[in-house]
């Protein structure tokens, strides 16, 4: 059984940082693709990255970058968000999720994974 479970999030200050973990278990090898979203209250889930794991790439959403980094454990399907210089606006629940070799990541765009962590609250006061 595929199962993520995401950990990490908390209360941070305006301008603070958090890494999120993702940990997947029930598959095994490196065809596959990890994708975080993010839903703040009230609106609609947004994608924030993917990483295709069997390619070594990570592609980041243009709102992200410069302030958000993944990056993948050495052992087991585990992949870190780094979060940096958070504001106000990043407050959610964070999700990561993958189809496995079906999850869509490239420069262009990302798609909707098939399994989902419980996901993690992420608050930013300001």
């Known amino acids: 059984e595929v199962k993520l479970v995401e950990s990490g999030g908390g209360l941070v200050q305006s301008g603070g940082s958090l890494r999120l973990s993702c940990a997947g278990s029930g598959f095994t090898g490196d065809d596959y693709a990890i994708g975080w979203f993010r839903q703040a209250p009230g609106k609609e889930i947004e994608g924030i990255s993917c990483t295709d794991k069997k390619e070594g790439k990570t592609f980041l959403k243009d709102f992200v970058k410069g302030r958000f980094t993944v990056s993948s454990g050495n052992a087991g399907n585990t992949v870190y968000l780094q979060m940096r210089s958070l504001k106000p606006e990043d407050t959610g629940v964070y999700y990561c999720?993958?189809?496995?070799?079906?999850?869509?990541?490239?420069?262009?765009?990302?798609?909707?994974?098939?399994?989902w962590g419980q996901g993690t609250q992420v608050t930013v006061s300001s």
């Open positions: 999720t993958t189809a496995l070799g079906d999850f869509y990541c490239s420069k262009y765009g990302m798609g909707t994974g098939t399994y």
